[in-house]
């Protein structure tokens, strides 16, 4: 009996990233049909549509992450089933701490060998879950820290930060650096992808400590999939 291909759908912001995940997917020992998204905004949209075996995401540096943990969140809700490979180098500790609690979504260090590569396609495509994930942040920060990270990305300084919240400058900075700590953020480049993100993972953590309890937590689903 003929086998039909795996439907593999991928996003990559970088055309040439893209080739080389087809050439990649095209030395696997499957028959594998792909198709290409160009826009974030449509990747729900398509997945609806085609109803893939694997979607992948290639984020490179030229790419805002901005909107990324939502749609992350919203494909686990809405697509449980689907099993989401993500190949970046950007947030990876968080990002392998997310891959804990959202059940489908596999995280690889894009600049893995392509054998390595290879493998994290196969165990997307077997169902395979990954062993001895590296890295891993702390995500489930307290609301303040993480509320303090959010209002330095909208461009507030320590001091009116502390002034909005009662506390002294120095307590935000300490707060501040906590948080950096748990996260693993120690570059500039990670400090803007971070500030971009922010605001969904603090609906994320948030969500993750109701479990989607009563009406709070369906607010927060809501909030997170508008």
């Given at each position: 009996?003929?086998?039909?291909?795996?439907?593999?759908?991928?996003?990559?912001?970088?055309?040439?990233?893209?080739?080389g995940l087809e050439q990649l997917l095209s030395g696997l020992p499957?028959?594998?049909?792909?198709?290409?998204?160009?826009?974030?905004?449509?990747?729900?949209?398509?997945?609806?549509?085609?109803?893939?075996?694997?979607?992948?995401?290639?984020?490179?540096?030229?790419?805002?992450?901005?909107?990324?943990?939502?749609?992350?969140?919203?494909?686990?809700?809405?697509?449980?089933?689907?099993?989401?490979?993500?190949?970046?180098?950007?947030?990876?500790?968080?990002m392998y701490r997310l891959s804990e609690y959202l059940p489908q979504?596999?995280?690889a260090d894009l600049k893995s060998s392509r054998q390595a590569l290879?493998?994290?396609?196969?165990?997307?495509?077997?169902?395979?879950?990954?062993?001895?994930?590296?890295?891993?942040?702390?995500?489930?920060?307290?609301?303040?820290?993480?509320?303090?990270?959010?209002?330095?990305?909208?461009?507030?300084?320590?001091?009116?930060?502390?002034?909005?919240?009662?506390?002294?400058?120095?307590?935000?900075?300490?707060?501040?650096?906590?948080?950096?700590?748990?996260?693993?953020?120690?570059?500039?480049?990670?400090?803007?992808?971070?500030?971009?993100?922010?605001?969904?993972?603090?609906?994320?953590?948030?969500?993750?400590?109701?479990?989607?309890?009563?009406?709070?937590?369906?607010?927060?689903?809501?909030?997170?999939?508008?």
């Amino acid at each position: 009996m003929k086998k039909h291909p795996h439907h593999i759908l991928y996003y990559s912001s970088d055309k040439l990233a893209a080739l080389g995940l087809e050439q990649l997917l095209s030395g696997l020992p499957v028959h594998c049909h792909t198709q290409a998204i160009w826009s974030l905004s449509t990747v729900l949209a398509q997945c609806g549509r085609s109803r893939p075996q694997l979607l992948v995401f290639i984020l490179h540096e030229n790419i805002p992450l901005t909107g990324i943990l939502k749609i992350l969140y919203v494909l686990q809700q809405q697509f449980p089933a689907l099993p989401v490979l993500v190949l970046t180098r950007r947030l990876l500790p968080v990002m392998y701490r997310l891959s804990e609690y959202l059940p489908q979504l596999r995280i690889a260090d894009l600049k893995s060998s392509r054998q390595a590569l290879r493998a994290h396609l196969l165990d997307c495509l077997r169902g395979e879950t990954p062993v001895n994930v590296p890295l891993k942040a702390d995500i489930l920060l307290p609301d303040r820290q993480l509320r303090i990270l959010l209002m330095m990305a909208w461009g507030y300084s320590t001091e009116q930060i502390g002034h909005r919240l009662g506390i002294s400058h120095k307590t935000v900075n300490a707060h501040k650096l906590s948080a950096l700590a748990c996260l693993q953020v120690k570059s500039k480049n990670d400090m803007a992808d971070l500030y971009s993100v922010i605001d969904e993972l603090r609906m994320l953590v948030s969500w993750l400590r109701l479990q989607r309890p009563g009406r709070e937590g369906e607010k927060l689903i809501y909030a997170l999939e508008a």
